[in-house]
C-alpha cells in the first residue's frame, strides 16, 4: 500500500511562513525524486520544487528565493518551507514520488491572505 499524506497546511498572511511536509510509506523513499506542485484557485498547475535522488533541487522562478525543499529519508518524508508569502501562492500543495512508478498525494490547502 502506497501512501503519501501531506500536512501543514493552512491560513498565513502575507509575508508569513509556512512549512508543509509530506510522508511517505510503502516505498524506498530514497529511490524516489520528490515534487512538489501546487493548483491555483484557476486551477493551474505549476511544479514549484524538485529534489533529486543524487541531491539536487530545483525551483520555479516564481518561487526561488522563498521556498526550500528537503527530505529526511530515514523518516520517509520530505518538507516545503515557504517563507515571505504573497497571495498568488495560494493553492493546493501536493507532493509527488517519482521513480519506478510515480505516486500522488491528496494535497493541503494554503491560503495566503489578511
Known amino acids: 500500500q502506497v501512501h503519501l499524506a501531506e500536512s501543514g497546511g493552512g491560513l498565513v498572511q502575507p509575508g508569513g511562513s509556512l512549512t508543509l511536509s509530506c510522508e511517505a510509506s510503502?516505498?524506498?523513499?530514497?529511490?524516489?525524486?520528490i515534487s512538489w506542485y501546487r493548483r491555483t484557485p484557476g486551477n493551474q498547475r505549476e511544479r514549484v520544487a524538485i529534489?533529486?535522488?543524487?541531491?539536487?533541487?530545483y525551483y520555479a522562478d516564481s518561487v526561488k528565493g522563498r521556498f526550500t525543499i528537503s527530505r529526511d529519508n530515514a523518516k520517509n518524508t520530505a518538507y516545503l518551507q515557504m517563507n515571505s508569502l504573497k497571495s498568488e501562492d495560494t493553492g493546493v500543495y501536493s507532493c509527488?514520488?517519482?521513480?519506478?512508478?510515480?505516486?500522488w498525494g491528496q494535497g493541503t490547502q494554503v491560503t495566503v491572505s489578511s
Open positions: 509527488t514520488a517519482q521513480g519506478p512508478n510515480d505516486f
Open positions: 510503502g516505498i524506498a523513499f530514497s529511490d524516489y525524486a
Open positions: 529534489s533529486t535522488v543524487g541531491g539536487s533541487t
